[in-house]
């Protein structure tokens, strides 16, 4: 049984560019969260998609978008990069967007140079 | 706005030492609380949840914590640690009711316990 996985494991970019980070979900879940975990504090909810449509977001800026797909996975793009977004993205699935617990992938660790 | 605060940001301990973690959280409604556990180079995983009920909730590995309403804390206790407990320990809230699984994160605790 496949847990949530993500590509890619790491990555570095410049400022200014653009990135676009992937997760695919657990087996039969059809709810993708994504969070960011910048070094040295707790993960912060960016936004939630279910249905292929943003359902909820955090504080995050415009910069930061999201899609899903039909098949349930889902992609995280963040424009115009700064020296700030470097961090861990995590994915997050559940069975639906109320379900507890969340399961968590191991996250993609972004560097911006 | 929801938030949690855990107070210690790193704790050593040796192995067999008694451990307890602080959780506090602002939110004046039906809350759900967990804890989860980062080993190093791992994924977040759950170690317990409290949804209702009984307040003294036992998770895997060993772990317990107690919910107090009165107090807004969610404290994390093992009686006894061992060296494979080292990890990076963090609170997490949500609303409660179903209608969101957003996780309001507090900053985390980096546990290391000396063999």
């Known amino acids: 049984d496949a847990g949530v996985t993500q590509s890619p494991t790491h990555l570095i970019k410049t400022r200014g560019q653009q990135v676009t980070l992937r997760c695919s979900p657990k087996?039969?879940?059809?709810?993708v969260s994504w969070y960011q975990q910048a070094l040295g504090q707790g993960p912060q909810f960016i936004f939630q998609?279910?249905?292929?449509?943003?359902?909820q977001r955090g504080n995050f800026p415009d910069r930061f978008s999201g899609h899903q797909f039909p098949n349930y996975s889902s992609e995280l793009n963040v424009n115009a990069l700064l020296l700030g977004d470097s961090a861990l993205y995590l994915c997050?699935?559940?069975?639906?967007?109320?379900?507890?617990?969340?399961?968590f992938g191991d996250g993609t660790r972004l560097s911006i140079l | 706005a929801q938030s949690v605060s855990q107070h210690n940001h790193h704790v050593i301990l040796s192995e067999a030492a008694s451990l307890e973690l602080g959780c506090n959280y602002s939110?004046?409604?039906?809350?759900?609380l967990f804890w989860y556990v980062q080993y190093p180079g791992q994924h977040l995983q759950l170690l317990l949840k409290?949804?209702?009920?009984?307040?003294l909730v036992k998770g895997i590995k060993g772990f317990e914590a107690e919910f107090i309403k009165s107090k807004f804390s969610f404290n994390l206790r093992k009686p006894s640690v061992q060296w494979s407990d080292t990890a990076e320990y963090f609170c997490?809230?949500?609303?409660?009711?179903?209608?969101?699984?957003?996780?309001?994160f507090g900053t985390g605790t980096l546990l290391a316990v000396q063999p």
């Open positions: 997050a699935s559940s069975l639906w967007a109320g379900q507890q617990p969340q399961h």
């Open positions: 087996s039969g879940h059809d709810t």
């Open positions: 998609y279910y249905e292929e449509e943003e359902r």
């Open positions: 939110y004046g409604g039906t809350v759900n």
């Open positions: 409290y949804f209702s009920g009984d307040p």
């Open positions: 997490a809230v949500n609303q409660g009711g179903g209608a969101t699984n957003k996780l309001i």
